[in-house]
């Protein structure tokens, strides 16, 4: 069974900036998207940003120009950096591992961002 495991949230002012980490339980070398999620209270949860095997990276537009998505497969672990935080930046943040070959999604039990002054 693969295991996600993130870490790196907690409570910031607001312009602050935080970085998640998410570690995968096997190789992530090749065939997959690693993507970060978030979910708000009472909304439901949406993409941030994603990246692939080969390093093509995707953002959800109210994170253009904040958020930084990277990979590093040779320690099985993607990243998100997030600058210039805003309190409606606030959610607990999930990573997701999707395997292309077998199109399974693999989800971490999240960690709480809290963006308030």
């Known amino acids: 069974q693969v295991q996600l495991v993130e870490s790196g949230g907690g409570l910031v002012q607001p312009g602050e900036s935080l970085r998640l980490s998410c570690a995968v339980s096997?190789?992530?070398?090749?065939?997959?998207?690693l993507g970060w999620y978030r979910q708000a209270p009472g909304k439901q949860r949406e993409l941030v940003a994603s990246?692939?095997?080969?390093?093509?990276?995707f953002y959800a537009d109210f994170v253009k120009g904040r958020f930084t998505i990277s990979r590093d497969n040779a320690k099985n672990t993607v990243a998100l950096q997030m600058n210039s935080l805003r309190p409606e930046d606030t959610a607990v943040y999930y990573c997701?591992?999707?395997?292309?070959?077998?199109?399974?999604?693999?989800w971490g039990q999240g960690t709480q961002v809290t963006v308030s002054s």
């Open positions: 997701k591992l999707t395997v292309l070959l077998t199109r399974d999604d693999y």
């Open positions: 990246i692939s095997s080969g390093g093509t990276s």
């Open positions: 096997q190789s992530i070398s090749r065939f997959n998207v």
